[in-house]
């Protein structure tokens, strides 16, 4: 049995932030970044589930379709998360790269600024109708929700060590989730008065703030890297596709890619579902948007709640293991609910659980591993999992979901009862693997962690 680690008594929030002076930039960051695409979400939403297939693609592509039998619209979740996909593959060397060649101080300001830009030219695809902008759009989002946030996580791995990531990492997921309450928020009083188009300026506005966090950071994830005799500041170095090799020998990261592919299957599953509740039912652009907002603020509102009150006293009395059972377990009664019974209110009910589970719990747990492994995985193997390995299993079961609706929403939760179960077993190894590590004895007094910012 394992011996239990020595912590002093819980800080509250007040007494974390006087604590940790990082802890002020990152739950700022993750405000931002997180508001910054959750007042967009609802437009992507929105998009993938309009039943006028002509207001998502462009007209070559529905013409291309059309002379060759395929009603296209018949497609457009599929088509939209395969596309998103095979970005996915193209862009993950490029990312490769760009992490092996060039220090921290360069690649993470210029992921944002990338970003900036094609917010910039989204803003004039909108104002002047460019065809084919829903769909470009709805690729974008998820490319830049995956990569944005998986770059934030990595960079606080750099600023915080374990037993730190176990104490703030709640917090910071909060911090988070606020940013995913007001996002939505935003969208429903500003649309209206000032186009969809002008959303992205206020996305821009908000990377911007991000910007800024990052640059406060720097000093503290140097100090906390100097402890791990690391070299932040210099180029990781490395082929671009070591993240693949590290996955394939690590059997922690080869469980966090299982829990990962089988944990957006079942996401995947319901947002199918719900995408076809919402064109039955919500056929306008609007009406659609105000339904996914309702969805997001539901989901925020769970989420925020038991990151307050659980998260971080889990995380700090058991490890990760109940976080990430405890998602699993619920998804598994949830789906064995909807296999009984697929009504509208329950799969919404579902979904919001399972939402809000992921980022209150298994997305905790999941960052707080990545502090106990190599720079490199850090960097490499996680964009590998978080992107490459998360559109895989959005885009396979995206076409599962596809073959199994012929048949009935009854059969497609039972199937989602097996993918649960996949997920279920992913979690298990991971646990098994976290428990094989080194412990990490954690500093009376971390310097990086005192008042005012280091030199």
């Known amino acids: 049995m394992r011996p239990p680690v020595m912590t002093p008594p819980r800080p509250r929030l007040r007494a974390a932030l006087a604590e940790s002076p990082p802890l002020w930039w990152a739950l700022l960051y993750f405000f931002c970044l997180l508001c910054g695409y959750y007042v967009l979400r609802p437009?992507?939403?929105?998009?993938?589930?309009?039943?006028?297939?002509?207001?998502?693609?462009?007209?070559?592509?529905?013409?291309?379709?059309?002379?060759?039998?395929?009603?296209?619209?018949?497609?457009?979740?599929?088509?939209?998360?395969?596309?998103?996909?095979?970005?996915m593959l193209l862009l993950q060397p490029l990312y490769g790269a760009l992490v092996s060649r060039f220090p921290r101080r360069v690649f993470l300001p210029v992921v944002y600024l990338i970003f900036i830009v094609c917010l910039l030219g989204f803003r004039w695809a909108f104002d002047t109708d460019l065809q084919g902008r829903g769909a470009l759009f709805f690729v974008w989002i998820a490319v830049f929700n995956l990569f944005a946030v998986t770059v934030?996580?990595?960079?606080?791995?750099?600023?915080?060590?374990?037993?730190?990531?176990k104490r703030y990492y709640g917090y910071i997921g909060a911090g988070g989730t606020i940013g995913a309450f007001v996002g939505p928020f935003i969208t429903t009083m500003l649309v209206g008065r000032i186009g969809v188009a002008n959303l992205t300026l206020v996305s821009v506005g908000f990377l911007c703030v991000c910007l800024l966090c990052i640059l406060n950071?720097?000093?503290?994830?140097?100090?906390?890297?100097?402890?791990?005799?690391e070299q932040g500041e210099q180029a990781i170095g490395g082929s671009i596709w070591a993240g693949l090799k590290l996955i394939a020998a690590d059997p922690l990261l080869r469980g966090l890619a299982l829990l990962m592919f089988f944990g957006v299957g079942v996401g995947t599953l319901l947002y199918n579902e719900q995408a076809a509740i919402v064109r039955r039912l919500y056929p306008t652009a609007e009406a659609a948007t105000r339904?996914?907002?309702i969805i997001d603020w539901a989901v925020a509102s769970l989420t925020i709640l038991v990151q307050l009150l659980l998260t971080r006293w889990l995380l700090r009395r058991y490890g990760v293991a109940p976080?990430?059972?405890?998602?699993?377990?619920?998804?598994?009664?949830?789906?064995?609910?909807?296999?009984?019974s697929p009504l509208p209110l329950l799969i919404a009910t579902v979904q919001v659980m399972t939402r809000a589970s992921e980022f209150s719990l298994a997305k905790p747990a999941r960052e707080t591993l990545y502090t106990r492994v190599s720079?490199?995985?850090?960097?490499?193997?996680?964009?590998?999992?978080d992107t490459a390995v998360y559109r895989g299993g959005d885009v396979t079961f995206v076409w599962v979901h596809k073959a199994l609706a012929v048949l009935g929403s009854q059969l497609v939760f039972v199937a989602g009862i097996g993918i649960a179960?996949?997920?279920?077993?992913?979690?298990?190894?991971?646990?098994?693997a976290e428990r094989r590590l080194p412990e990490q004895p954690a500093p009376a007094r971390p310097p990086e962690h005192t008042h005012g910012k280091p030199s």
């Not at 437009?43 to 059309?66: H, I, K, N, Q, T």
């Not at 934030?152 to 990531?165: L, T």
């Not at 950071?217 to 005799?229: D, I, Q, V, Y």
């Open 323 to 340: 976080l990430l059972l405890l998602p699993a377990v619920a998804i598994l009664i949830g789906f064995a609910l909807l296999s009984a």
């Open 217 to 229: 950071l720097r000093s503290w994830a140097r100090r906390n890297e100097a402890t791990r005799a």
């Open 291 to 293: 339904y996914y907002s």
């Open 375 to 385: 720079r490199e995985s850090r960097y490499k193997a996680k964009a590998v999992i």
């Open 152 to 165: 934030f996580w990595s960079f606080m791995a750099d600023v915080f060590d374990n037993e730190h990531a």
């Open 421 to 432: 179960l996949g997920m279920t077993f992913g979690a298990w190894r991971v646990i098994r």
């Open 43 to 87: 437009v992507r939403d929105a998009m993938g589930a309009s039943s006028d297939a002509s207001a998502v693609f462009p007209s070559f592509l529905l013409d291309w379709a059309a002379a060759r039998g395929i009603a296209l619209g018949d497609f457009t979740l599929q088509a939209l998360f395969s596309a998103t996909f095979v970005v």
